[in-house]
């Protein structure tokens, strides 16, 4: 294979990564998995550099790549940490509950809303207690729903 | 000296204007006065000064003299014009000022009333709550007029005669809260706009005719670089004057700003109306000065004027119209302040109608009258501001009377005022008023007189020839034009003999409607109407002492002046009036036996009627009212001969449908095309704002379709071509 | 080849502001006391300035740097700022988080100083992530509520996503040239200037990549969605700082790739593109901020707008005939520093007189500021003027030499229509844009407070908005100011028509 062959090859792989994390951060919803999507279109691009450093026979594409590569892990520190600040304030890790700043008079946007299912009034059959019922822990509980 | 002076004399109001303007309202308060009274004080005492120093210089000088003073230079354009002969003229506007026998006497005139009026006022606004605007005011006009009077060029005297006009209508419009009152200030000053409008054509005509605004020859080391319009150059004949329908056209613009000024027909409807302002404003601004500044005016002008004697018998007729109408208006008014308003018109009017007479003599005759009537017109109105003040601001005479014990020393100032005004010998309205008649005598009966004026006359034209022989550069033109000019004139001999006897029945009209108020006001039972209160006695001394000492010189003026004629001698050294074309006319110094008796015993028959109507019962007058002929010609004088509806339909209200035209065109069609192009960005904005969901989703999105189009336009557009 | 002690020696400015950002994040954990950190952090910019004014510039290779007055201007905008921000700093925001956003800040401002003498890709690409990393901080840490957490998450997305355009863009361009430096990377565009692979031209959708990149940066349509919700949800300090930073390393990045590594003669496209962001960021900004309630949200379509005025002059550099393109990066320089002065200065005052209540940031509460604060309302009204291009002040001469450069391409060449409308479109605008800066003096000085009570003022953004209103009223006399930026243009584009070998500035120019 030649020179020209492979770094083709390098660059389409390097490009479909970069278009599948650009194609996921916009259709995911889900903050973490945008930030994991961005970090692919980063590591697409990566991969563009250092198939180009070969080619050319050149380091300085490898080097950007390291301090690509670093900065991007300083960028999952902050992200993380803005995840879990986020994640604290709406109880939910979904992108869309952030659209309080907006435009003064835009409707916000809101999720094709389930139909609550209609309950029938059914007649439990009431029991005794036994036994004790067990502890709920209120902080376990809080995180399932994440 | 002479130079720090007439710089000094504008500077006190001035100071004084800044001074109350800024420390008024909260340091200076009820003590405003002190200010303004020192100020005017020391301006008149500087005007005393100038006067002499004039006079000294005048006896020293001759015939003709002036002194210039340049300030500053206000504007310079070189090449502002090309003129006829293909030199380029410079636009140079100095700020100068001058000094010289007309503005000394006008200054001593308007510093010495301003300063007991001032005197005046401190007693009669006492208590107002807008005691230190007023003498902000008084303070910012008194500065004005002098400026008025002694600036130098054309232009700065319409700078002045704007800030005179401002200063009327900020005093008019003094108690802004009255309706009346601020629909008076409105109306001075719209009507006074039309004169304005017409000086400043005028203005406009003189500067390209004549390729200055400046009064005297601007000269660089003793070289005369823009002869003036009165300067040496042009009245020593050695440039001519503009002839002709040019000629008129500038004078007729200069009198309709005269006119709009001075109060005469067809513009004299604001001055009844600005009576709306304090009383002292009346007497300082409405009677003794402002009012004046068109006579000034005028007589400033009198080369100009005499280069046209068609505009010469407009002034004459305009002046002579104008006194009888106000006289016959004043017959009938019931409001005190009106009567004297209106006599104020007319005996504006006989000034013009002196000046109409284009000789020396009239000019004089009409500056001399100007001079005398502000002592005593001052010193009525403030007569009338102290029964004004005594009746709690009722000046209807129908709802006062006999008022001459309660307030002895209004009444006997007041008589005097009224005799000088009548024209009784010897108090200084005698003077002037035979001074005028004679002059308009002369006029129309050329040749009559052969008595003592016939030496002078010959001398001067002697002194005329001498001065021909000595200016080699007197041009053959210039006589031609003179010969032209006096042909012409005698034309107008008939119209003169009509204006003279208009005049006299004019003298009996004032002496009558003078002592009609007067006998109303002070005689008959006592009357005190009831909003007077516990005011009603003699105004305090504050008040009647500057009644007294105008009383003084209303009673004296007349005929120190006219003794050995010093003030026609002085008043004849003006430059304007000291000229070649002028010797050749009358000479003033003639008193005239004949006329004085027969004007004497006119107005004393006025008196007399007065007399007879008024005193007592008031029977006769209520039986002539009645009768049928008497009746629409009484509604006719009472309604001021319906002048003001007749403006108010033929003009007013044309514009006002006009105005309600426009109005509805401006915020209809041009407003709502404005409003229209200023939604386009609002709407646009709308539009954009949109876009901003909050949606972050929303936004990558946007963003990456941004991006692929611009890679694929990058592509086929940059990168493919 | 300078050695790498010459680079270090020259990069002393910024290792000293490293050094005190390090010292205020770790010592503030310790003793978190407000003044002395700012005052110490003022003292050591000053230094920094001082030991900046002593520097010689030293033409030749300077390795990774790039040495020439474009860069030393950058420098010294940046440490001007940061002493404002600093000040400014002190009355936003709660005092136990202060000393980590005092060391965001100056993180910040080393990174634009990084920006302004990047040489290579390498150190490009870290000092904008450099302005971003601690700008997401910021957003969060000033208010650290529901809006602030929105306007940081915003921010941050958008950011990294901009980021991985500009880095693939960055790839591209490393592909073309086969080397990082710009120098080189210019050498090698100017043999071959239009290289392609696989028959796509790449050229162009590096340049259109990097540019996406920078127009985040700068919120240039259609990159500025981000902006106004940011603004509005962040604190007024962080808000200022986003206004200002990520511009001045915008243009001064923007301004190296289009006059040191852009081969010439391109074709007309990549002005166009740069014309028609201009309109339309600059039409955007400002009808949309005619609607607006939230005065720190109106400030963000204003620098929209002001976006697309810089826009102005790189679209002239570009479309300039050769070796002319100084015009534009001159009147693009001067403007930000004008920008850069009122916007700062905008933010201050809001910081001043609204406090810790960042969450209140309604126009109407700025009523009546002319009475409740007159000196804060007067600075306020200067800026507002300025940013509105009313003669004579700054932002005047801003506009002014944009026009200016834009109509002198118009008149050079042949593309007359387009810079004849951009510059009537853009003065137009500046009619709209009156319209809401007026509208604030408006309700400052024309409008009643529902409170009587004087506003506190905070003293620290009282001094910055002072000092922002002194330099905004000092140019208003704008000749050493437009010399320098002429002088920093100059140097770029100096070396054009020497040839290939020296495009790199080679300009020792005097410092100012």
Not at chain 1, 8 to 26: D, E, H, P, R
Not at chain 2, 68 to 82: K, Q, S
Not at chain 3, 460 to 468: E, F, I, M, T
Request: proline share 4%; glycine share 8%; charged share 10%.
């Amino acid at each position: 294979m030649s020179e020209t062959a492979l770094l083709q090859n390098y660059l389409l792989v390097g490009s479909i990564l970069f278009a599948l994390g650009l194609t996921g951060f916009l259709i995911r919803r889900n903050l973490i998995v945008m930030f994991l999507c961005a970090e692919m279109m980063l590591q697409g691009v990566s991969l563009s550099l250092i198939a180009w450093g070969r080619y050319h026979n050149d380091w300085s594409g490898q080097m950007l790549v390291i301090f690509i590569i670093t900065v991007a892990a300083c960028e999952a520190g902050i992200a993380l940490a803005l995840v879990l600040a986020l994640c604290r304030k709406s109880g939910s890790l979904d992108i869309v509950n952030w659209q309080n700043v907006r435009e003064e008079g835009r409707m916000p946007y809101i999720d094709q809303e389930v139909p609550a299912e209609a309950m029938e009034s059914e007649a439990w059959p009431t029991l005794t207690p036994a036994g004790i019922e067990p502890a709920t822990d209120q902080q376990e509980l809080y995180r399932s729903n994440v | 000296m002479s130079d720090n002076l007439i710089i000094l004399i504008p500077f006190f109001p001035l100071l004084a204007a800044i001074l109350i303007a800024i420390l008024g309202p909260k340091l200076l308060k009820e003590n405003s006065h002190y200010v303004t009274v020192l100020a005017f004080a020391a301006s008149f005492v500087c005007s005393l000064m100038l006067f002499f120093s004039v006079q000294g210089q005048v006896v020293e000088e001759g015939t003709s003299f002036e002194s210039v003073t340049t300030l500053w230079t206000w504007a310079a354009v070189d090449n502002a014009m090309i003129d006829a002969d293909g030199h380029s003229v410079p636009f140079l506007i100095d700020v100068t000022l001058r000094s010289d026998a007309l503005t000394s006497i006008m200054l001593c005139m308007v510093t010495f009333i301003a300063t007991l009026v001032a005197i005046f006022g401190a007693g009669y606004m006492h208590g107002d709550r807008g005691y230190w605007r007023f003498f902000a005011y008084v303070s910012l006009f008194v500065f004005s007029m002098t400026m008025l009077v002694s600036v130098s060029n054309f232009l700065l005297l319409f700078v002045f005669w704007e800030a005179v006009g401002l200063c009327s209508y900020l005093l008019i419009g003094f108690w802004y809260h009255k309706p009346e009152a601020s629909a008076a200030g409105k109306k001075a000053f719209l009507v006074n706009r039309v004169g304005d409008f017409g000086f400043a054509l005028a203005i406009f005509l003189i500067w390209i005719n004549y390729g200055t605004l400046n009064f005297h020859d601007y000269v660089v080391d003793g070289q005369v670089i823009i002869p003036g319009v009165f300067g040496q150059m042009r009245l020593g004949g050695a440039l001519p004057y503009v002839q002709g329908g040019m000629a008129t056209a500038i004078c007729l613009l200069l009198m309709l700003g005269a006119c709009g000024k001075s109060a005469q027909f067809p513009l004299h409807v604001w001055l009844p109306d600005a009576m709306e302002g304090p009383t002292p404003v009346s007497a300082l601004i409405h009677a003794a000065t402002m009012v004046t500044a068109g006579v000034y005016m005028v007589t400033r002008c009198t080369p100009l004027f005499h280069a046209s004697p068609d505009a010469q018998v407009t002034v004459a007729c305009i002046g002579g119209f104008t006194a009888l109408l106000a006289g016959l208006i004043a017959l009938t008014q019931h409001d005190l302040k009106r009567v004297l308003a209106y006599s104020t018109v007319s005996q504006l009017g006989y000034m013009f109608l002196a000046l109409g007479t284009g000789s020396l003599a009239g000019i004089v005759a009409g500056m001399f009258h100007l001079f005398t009537h502000a002592f005593f017109k001052a010193l009525l109105f403030l007569g009338s501001g102290s029964v004004m003040h005594a009746m709690g601001n009722v000046i209807d005479m129908r709802r006062f009377g006999g008022l001459r014990h309660l307030m002895p020393w209004t009444f006997r100032t007041f008589l005097v005022g009224c005799l000088a005004l009548a024209g009784i010998f010897p108090f200084a309205g005698f003077w002037s008023k035979d001074a005028i008649l004679a002059s308009v005598h002369d006029r129309a009966y050329p040749g009559a007189h052969s008595h003592d004026s016939q030496d002078s006359e010959h001398d001067a034209d002697h002194d005329a020839d001498q001065d021909a022989d000595d200016h080699a550069t007197h041009s053959v033109a210039l006589l031609s034009a003179d010969h032209a000019g006096s042909n012409q004139a005698d034309s107008y001999t008939n119209i003169y003999v009509w204006l003279y006897r208009s005049a006299c029945f004019t003298a009996f009209l004032t002496a009558f409607y003078t002592f009609r108020a007067f006998f109303l006001t002070f005689y008959g039972p006592q009357v005190i109407p009831d909003e007077s209160g516990h005011h009603a006695h003699e105004s305090p001394p504050m008040m009647w002492i500057p009644l007294a000492i105008l009383a003084i010189f209303a009673f004296l003026i007349g005929f120190v002046s006219e003794l050995d004629h010093k003030f026609a001698h002085l008043l004849t050294s003006t430059p304007s009036l000291a000229f070649a074309g002028m010797h050749d006319t009358m000479q003033p110094g003639g008193f005239h036996m004949d006329i004085a008796i027969s004007s004497s015993i006119i107005a004393v028959l006025g008196i007399a009627l007065a007399a007879f109507l008024y005193l007592g019962h008031q029977r006769e007058v209520e039986a002539i009212s009645k009768l049928k002929l008497v009746a629409p010609l009484r509604a006719l004088s009472l309604n001021k001969f319906y002048l003001d509806e007749i403006y108010t339909w033929a003009v007013v209200k044309p514009l006002e449908f006009l105005g309600i035209i426009y109005f509805w065109l401006d915020r209809w069609l041009v407003d709502g095309l404005v409003n229209l192009i200023g939604k386009v960005p609002v709407a646009l904005g709308s539009g954009f704002r949109y876009l901003q969901t909050g949606l972050l989703p929303f936004y990558s999105l946007s963003m990456v379709v941004a991006m692929l189009i611009l890679l694929f336009l990058g592509q086929v557009l940059w990168g493919g071509g | 080849m300078a050695t790498q002690i010459d680079t270090i020696l020259f990069l002393i400015p910024e290792i000293l502001v490293v050094v005190l950002a390090l010292w205020v994040i770790v010592g503030g954990a310790f003793a978190p006391a407000k003044p002395f950190w700012a005052a110490l952090s003022t003292v050591a910019l000053i230094v920094a300035l001082v030991l900046l004014s002593g520097q010689k510039l030293v033409a030749g290779d300077n390795g990774p740097l790039i040495v020439d007055s474009l860069g030393s201007s950058f420098r010294w905008i940046a440490l001007l700022c940061g002493i404002a921000l600093t000040l400014t700093s002190t009355g936003s925001g709660n005092t136990h988080s202060y000393p980590e956003r005092l060391g965001a800040i100056l993180f910040l401002l080393v990174g634009v100083m990084i920006v302004a003498s990047a040489g290579n890709l390498v150190m490009l690409f870290l000092g904008l992530e450099l302005i971003s990393i601690p700008t997401y901080m910021l957003l969060y840490a000033g208010r650290a509520d529901k809006a602030s957490a929105e306007a940081s998450t915003k921010y941050f997305f958008l950011s990294i996503l901009s980021s991985a355009f500009m880095l693939y863009g960055f790839s591209m361009l490393y592909g073309m040239t086969g080397s990082g430096t710009f120098s080189e990377m210019q050498r090698s565009l100017a043999t071959d200037p239009s290289p392609t692979i696989a028959g796509l031209s790449l050229l162009p959708l590096s340049f259109m990549m990097i540019l996406a990149g920078l127009a985040f940066k700068l919120a240039a349509f259609p990159f500025h969605f981000y902006a106004p919700d940011v603004y509005q949800g962040t604190s007024s300090l962080a808000a200022g700082v986003l206004a200002v930073t990520p511009k001045l390393a915008a243009v001064v990045a923007a301004s190296r790739l289009i006059a040191v590594i852009m081969p010439s003669q391109q074709g007309p496209f990549l002005w166009q593109v740069l014309v028609v962001a201009s309109v339309a960021s600059m039409t955007l900004g400002n009808v949309a901020a005619l609607w607006q309630k939230s005065t720190r949200r109106l400030l963000a379509y204003s620098s929209i707008a002001h976006s697309g005025y810089l826009l102005i002059g790189l679209a002239a550099a570009v479309a300039a005939p050769q070796g002319s393109g100084q015009a534009g990066i001159s009147a693009a320089v001067l403007y930000i520093m004008v920008y850069a002065a009122a916007s700062l200065g905008v933010f201050a005052v809001l910081a001043a007189v609204l406090g810790d209540n960042d969450e209140m940031d309604d126009v109407r509460l700025l009523a009546g500021l002319g009475n409740r604060a007159p000196g804060q309302a007067f600075a306020m009204a200067v800026f507002m003027f300025s940013m509105s291009g009313i003669p004579p002040l700054a932002g005047f001469w801003g506009k002014f030499s944009l026009f200016k450069s834009a109509l002198d391409v118009a008149f050079e060449g042949t593309n007359q229509i387009w810079f004849v409308t951009l510059v009537i479109i853009a003065a137009l605008n500046a009619a709209i844009a009156a319209g809401y800066y007026l509208r604030v003096i408006a309700m400052m000085y024309f409008q009643d407070s529902s409170s009587e009570a004087k506003t506190t003022v905070q003293m620290g953004p009282a001094v910055a908005a002072y000092l922002c209103m002194l330099a905004t009223l000092v140019c208003a006399f704008p000749a050493p100011l437009m010399q320098q930026a002429d002088q920093a243009a100059a140097g770029l584009v100096a070396a054009d028509d020497t040839g290939s070998t020296a495009k790199l500035v080679q300009v020792a120019a005097n410092r100012r």
